[in-house]
């Protein structure tokens, strides 16, 4: 214990903020407040199982969306704010909020539908002075939230704000925050679009999130976080573990008994875990009783849920076919694909069942989640119901795909395309292949340009540059990137298929 401390201690590849939080962890991780049972801990052990390094007592939810439109209404008395009356006092009070606001990674996961919040004083004051707030209020975040996964939102109607975001987001070129675009051809001009485009290619955001799917699961009043999480605004997701489907269909002796045995045993075992944690975050921590993100409003205990994650889909269904080559199993394969779609309608089923002990907005269920992975996961793992890296089929495949797997995960998934620098000659073209891909189905479109400094890893977003600067053994002020380092060192995450 004492040398594992040290090595955080000593590490100088870390900034202090990034000590202070490897250590907090460490330490969070070591607690054993919420005993497992011998099931669990074995579960784990054989890498089944995974809680994502979320600790055993959880005093904060995983990610926490609040409804910031109270505080553009009302202020904080907590925070000892009043209602903004301009947009610099409107970017002030919510940057100031945003340090208020956990979630596991320690900064906020959601920055609030800024177009929609920022347009009424955006409107009010010249058009240069307005871009200078908004670039100011865009470099802060960037050098204060300094975690890739903090996610911000705008659209689907088309707006002043908006464009000035998406401007100054290639301007500025950097990480951080993600971006989505709530994307409804009814709703969303074509012209605003192609701006989204234009700059989803050149610096990897905004990814588009299909507004009609996202509206009828959750409401109008929805939020994408962190990664591409989809959560209801004034709620969040208590807990997010996953089922690694990989080593789940390792444990089978063949088909028949991985969906008669195997997947509901570790189903199970997840949805017990998951309750656990969400009874002892509400019923025991501090958080829904004195946090004041709950006693003014910003949220309530009713809108949050549970998020089932897993991963491997891929690997697991070429597993079960004893399929050896990825270019000839899933997402190639009609039987493959076929299979998969049987795995994740089992799951579901069995999750959809399951009575959990708190949520009540959703009728007391969890939601399923296509978690994107983690450094460590390797190659035997790919993000949630993607293809395996390098091994993805050509594009309208791999939309066609997406469209049937998509729809299970209401609290997210989504697919990324790696294209040619030739794409930013027609956006337009691009927009096409969205609409499509969206109006079939497909939950969440992500792309960017094969040579750019901002990339998209599975979710999050890191700079090249930044990398170097990890390999160079130099800090670097995204906590992210060493994540992304991981990734593309132990998964080729980097190294998707070019369209």
């Given amino acids: 214990m004492h040398e594992q401390v040290l090595e955080i201690i000593k590490d100088k590849q870390l900034t202090y903020a990034q000590q202070l939080l490897a250590l907090a962890r460490y330490a969070e991780n070591l607690d054993q407040t919420i005993q497992l ?91 240069d002075e307005a871009k200078k707030c908004l670039r100011l209020f865009l470099i802060n975040i960037d050098r204060t939230l300094t975690d890739s996964f903090v996610h911000a939102n705008i659209g689907p109607k088309a707006s002043l704000t908006g464009e000035l975001l998406l401007e100054l987001t290639q301007e500025i070129n950097a990480a951080i925050p993600n971006l989505t675009l709530k994307y409804d051809p009814q709703i969303t001009s074509d012209d605003f679009a192609i701006k989204a485009v234009s700059c989803m290619l050149k610096v990897a955001k905004p990814s588009f999130a299909n507004h009609k799917m996202f509206t009828k699961e959750w409401s109008e009043k929805y939020a994408v976080a962190s990664c591409y999480n989809g959560l209801t605004i004034g709620g969040g997701g208590f807990t997010l573990p996953r089922i690694r489907l990989y080593e789940c269909a390792k444990k089978a002796t063949d088909i028949n008994d991985f ?197 998209r890893v599975t979710g999050y977003l890191v700079k090249r540059s930044e990398l170097e600067k990890l390999d160079q053994k130099k800090q670097s002020l995204n906590n992210a990137s060493v994540f992304g380092q991981g990734a593309r060192d132990k998964s080729d995450s980097l190294n998707r298929r070019v369209y």
Avoid at 270 to 297: A, H, I, P, Y
Avoid at 337 to 344: D, F, T, V
Avoid at 360 to 371: E, I
Wanted: proline share 6%.
């Fill in 37 to 127: 049972s011998a099931e669990l801990i074995q579960a784990k052990k054989d890498g089944v199982l995974c809680d994502l390094n979320e600790g055993t007592a959880p005093y904060r939810p995983r990610y926490i969306i609040p409804d910031y439109q109270l505080l553009m209404e009302k202020g904080s008395n907590f925070l000892q704010l009043d209602a903004p009356t301009d947009l610099w006092e409107a970017c002030n009070s919510l940057l100031i909020m945003y340090k208020h606001v956990p979630s596991i990674t320690s900064f906020p996961v959601y920055l609030g539908n800024l177009d929609e919040l920022l347009e009424p004083f955006v409107l009010k004051i010249d058009k």
């Fill in 259 to 455: 969906f008669e045995r195997v997947l509901p045993y570790y189903v199970k075992l997840q949805l017990k875990e998951m309750d656990d944690r969400v009874k002892f975050l509400v019923e025991e921590s501090n958080f829904f009783k004195s946090n004041f993100l709950v006693t003014e409003g910003f949220v309530h205990v009713d809108n949050f849920t549970g998020m089932f994650g897993l991963v491997g889909l891929a690997e697991a269904v070429n597993t079960l076919l004893s399929i050896k080559d990825p270019d000839l199993g899933y997402g190639h394969n009609d039987q493959a694909n076929a299979l998969a779609i049987k795995i994740l309608d089992k799951i579901n089923a069995q999750v959809q069942a399951h009575q959990a002990p708190y949520g009540k907005r959703f009728d007391n269920h969890y939601r399923l989640h296509a978690q994107v992975g983690i450094d460590s996961d390797g190659r035997q793992d790919s993000p949630g119901v993607r293809c395996p890296i390098d091994h993805e089929p050509d594009m309208i495949d791999q939309i066609i795909l997406a469209q049937k797997t998509h729809p299970y995960f209401p609290t997210g998934a989504g697919d990324i395309f790696k294209v040619e620098e030739t794409w930013l000659n027609t956006p337009e073209s691009m927009l096409d292949i969205i609409k499509g891909a969206l109006n079939g189905g497909m939950r969440y479109f992500s792309s960017y340009c094969a040579n750019n400094d901002v990339v």
